[in-house]
């Protein structure tokens, strides 16, 4: 195929390529704007996933603020002795963190008892101070600590818990002034057991404890104040008795002197948002009110009128979401949370990601707070989606690879076409021009004695030479043509005999240098000792170093002398042709041993060849178990080595 023959073949390749480049191109552009709609629709999904859970979550509140408030106005309606049970029922129904509140007589009341730890309580009495006004000017004015003792140890006696708590204390105090220990302390033993009494504001048991505390530790005695000190604090986080902030706090800090426990701070928050409520209540009219309260990081829910109140804890949110609601959050990936109207924090923590919720505001839907819907697990929604984007563009990719592939293997395909057509191109002018040569010479040669110009007997016999010689020559190449169609046929045969391989180079050698003697060419043969013998096909040898030899004298137009060698290597036999002509460039010495291959110097000199003489050599070598080897460097020559399995 001539070159212009080529051009209509290469503009198909790039038009082939081009072509599998644009539809692997559309269909993964496709394939992406399927991935994007396929999202899009999924953020839809979601979206309207939040927008429903918090609609569900606003009435399931509304619900629950709604029943809150019916139950808040029957405590404030009935006014007879059962509201307190009313009230410690409510109270059970609400959570751990949530506490009821009645407020009668200017007092208020915490229900169920015992979960403030401090109360919001009325001022308390006046101490009764008349009935000390004796036994006080004993003790103080005329320091008669004895008969003040027996003064106020018949008070102990009263009716009055009160006075008979305020004259256990005064006699402890006498006691500690004496230094009489241990009466002193089992005198406040017995101020704790007056169980409800109170000394001024303050409880009569957690009076004693403390001051058993402080005797003791004052006394050196570490361990029992220890215990009385744990044992004032148990009460404390029990809230079993009535007492205000300020108590409580002093306590707590009077027992952390000589034990230290976490506090109860959620408990402490309960109890300081109730005394709130209980002070708005008092001062608040007809009809109710609900308000967000924030102590300790904790938010409650305040609901009271002018004689009830409630407040609502986290842990009362928690069992307000219905099953279906909980179920629908659970299987969608969503998550409640609430805000007061100022944005804090209520319920269910904070977010980065605002711009990704339904809000319901408080106020438009009359809650107490901001209702908030955000999606906390989107793989459960783009999980199945982007397993169906990462299937489609899989299958688009695998698609467009094999689009690409195809494209690729026919471009690969018309690129070796091409490369074939140019190289049996290159073989039939050859091959053409091989021929031309000697059947010209023998042409002309036969005419010149047919005609009987050639009249001198020497004449005739260099005539006959030369036509035996070109004979020889078409002979030659007729036979590596057949011998060629045989190799790539499978169908040589080879007969393998002993031989010795010097004696095989050197009639190659000297049958060669006949042939080449009239161009002025020398080729120097050269042998080592002791060469070991080989098992081989004597003609395929002799016609593998032909070849080497024939190259060797066509590549050296300049230096017309050609070297061989015959020599051991490590129990191998080398046959080395060596020549000074023009060399082969490293990038050719790969493909020099393949059919049809020329290299470019050949073409650019007009070098007459085939293209088959080394690709013949390989093939006769390795079926002789041997290997080829190429050294070459361009403008110094190459030197060709054949290593043949030597015979032991």
């Known amino acids: ?16 390529l081009a072509i599998a480049l644009l539809l692997a191109g559309t269909l993964l552009w496709l394939g992406w704007r399927l991935a994007v709609q396929d999202r899009q629709v999924a953020a839809q999904r979601m979206h309207e996933q939040r927008e429903n859970a918090a609609d569900l979550a606003v009435a399931a509140l509304q619900r629950a603020v709604s029943q809150v408030e019916e139950r808040l106005a029957i405590l404030a309606a009935g006014q007879d002795s059962a509201a307190a049970e009313r009230a410690a029922a409510i109270a059970g129904e609400l959570g751990d963190d949530s506490v009821v509140l009645l407020m ?15 109360s919001p309580v009325a001022p308390a009495p006046p101490e009764p101070t008349a009935a000390f006004i004796e ?4 003790e103080f004015q005329q320091q008669d600590l004895r008969r003040a003792q027996v003064i106020l140890q018949g008070l102990t006696n009263s009716p009055d818990l009160s006075i008979r708590a305020a004259a256990v204390l005064r006699i402890a105090r006498i006691q500690r002034k004496q230094e009489r220990v241990d009466e002193a302390l089992a005198s406040y033993l017995a101020l704790g057991r007056l169980g409800q009494a109170r000394v001024g504001d303050r409880p009569a048991p957690l009076v004693a404890l403390h001051a058993r505390m402080s005797l003791l530790e004052r006394a050196g005695r570490r361990a029992p104040a220890e215990t009385e000190a744990r044992s ?5 986080d029990a809230g079993t008795y009535r007492l205000d902030r300020g108590a ?36 608040t009219g007809a009809g109710s009110r609900r308000a967000v309260v924030h102590e300790s990081g904790l938010a409650f829910l305040a609901a009271w009128r002018h004689d009830a109140g409630v407040v609502l804890g986290p842990q009362w949110l928690e069992t307000q979401w219905p099953a279906a609601l909980k179920e629908t959050l659970e299987e969608q990936g969503l998550a409640l949370r609430l805000t007061d109207p100022d944005g804090r924090p209520v319920w269910g923590g904070a977010t980065t990601d605002a711009g990704s919720e339904a809000v319901r505001l408080a106020a438009t839907t009359s809650l107490p707070w901001n209702v908030h819907a955000r999606t906390v697990r989107p793989e459960l929604v783009l999980g199945p989606t982007a397993t169906r984007q990462r299937l489609l563009l899989a299958a688009l990719a695998i698609i467009g690879v094999l689009v690409l592939g195809g494209g690729v293997v026919v471009a690969r395909a018309v690129t070796r076409e091409i490369e074939v057509s140019r190289l049996q191109s290159d073989f039939v002018s050859a091959i053409s021009h091989e021929f031309r040569t000697p059947l010209t010479s023998l042409c002309l040669l036969s005419e010149q004695l047919d005609s009987g110009a050639v009249v001198s007997e020497q004449a005739r016999r260099e005539y006959y030479g030369t036509l035996a010689r070109e004979s020889q020559r078409l002979r030659r190449l007729v036979e590596g043509l057949l011998d060629f169609g045989r190799m790539e046929a499978g169908a040589e045969q080879y007969r393998f005999e002993e031989h010795d391989p010097v004696e095989i180079a050197r009639d190659v050698v000297a049958e060669f240098q006949r042939e080449v003697e009239a161009q002025g060419y020398r080729v120097e043969f050269s042998s080592g000792d002791r060469v070991p013998l080989i098992r081989g096909d004597r003609p395929a040898l002799a016609s593998a170093l032909w070849n080497l030899l024939d190259n060797a004298v066509k590549y050296s137009p300049a230096t017309r002398t050609v070297w061989v060698e015959v020599g051991d290597e490590r129990g191998r036999v080398a046959l080395r042709v060596r020549d000074e002509g023009l060399g082969i460039p490293k990038s050719e010495q790969a493909r020099v041993f393949a059919k049809f291959v020329r290299g470019e110097a050949a073409r650019a000199r007009g070098i007459r060849g085939t293209g088959i003489g080394l690709a013949t050599v390989r093939h006769i070598v390795e079926r002789h178990g041997g290997e080829i080897r190429l050294e070459s460097e361009p403008g110094h020559g190459t030197t060709f080595t054949i290593l043949l399995p030597g015979m032991e």
């Open 135 to 138: 036994a006080d000017a004993l």
């Open 248 to 283: 409580y706090e002093y306590f707590i800090q009077e027992s952390e002197r000589l034990v230290r426990r976490p506090r109860n701070t959620r408990a402490e928050a309960l109890s300081a948002v109730a005394g709130q409520v209980a002070d708005m209540a008092r001062s």
């Open 104 to 118: 009668r007589e200017g007092t208020a009341s915490a229900y169920p008892a015992g979960r403030l730890v401090f």
């Open 1 to 16: 195929m001539t070159r212009t023959g080529w051009l209509p073949l290469r503009r198909w390749m790039v038009v082939s």
């Open 232 to 236: 004032l604090r148990d009460a404390l």
